[in-house]
Nanobody, 114 residues
């Protein structure tokens, strides 16, 4: 079992930045690949960033060059730096392993105004 607590969301204007954090209750090293997911109203939950234990990252084209995922294994925390935000980035953001565990946090709301 693992508890995941996301934070750092908020309301920002288009072009702005936010940094999300995800604190895990157990070793994220043991979880392996970690990822940030997002879910917009009425849409499925999508993966927007992944990072391996060796810190190899991957992003879909929709966020590549704007989002940066990082991890601090000592703090059991995963981060998502989001720059040049767009209204279409508006969603609830979650972190989890990849593939995901069944334990989802409450997420953090990101709202980007145009």
């Amino acid at each position: 079992q693992v508890q995941l607590v996301e934070s750092g969301g908020g309301l920002v204007q288009a072009g702005g930045s936010l940094r999300l954090s995800c604190a895990a209750s157990k070793s994220i090293f043991s979880l392996g690949v970690m990822g940030w997911y997002r879910q917009a109203p009425g849409k499925q939950r999508d993966l927007v960033a992944t990072i391996t234990s060796g810190r190899i990252t991957n992003y879909p084209d929709s966020v590549k060059g704007r989002f940066t995922i990082s991890r601090d294994n000592a703090k059991n925390t995963v981060y998502l730096q989001m720059n040049s935000l767009k209204p279409e980035d508006t969603a609830v953001y979650y972190c989890n392993s990849v593939p995901s565990t069944i334990y989802w946090g409450q997420g953090t709301q990101v709202t980007v105004s145009s």
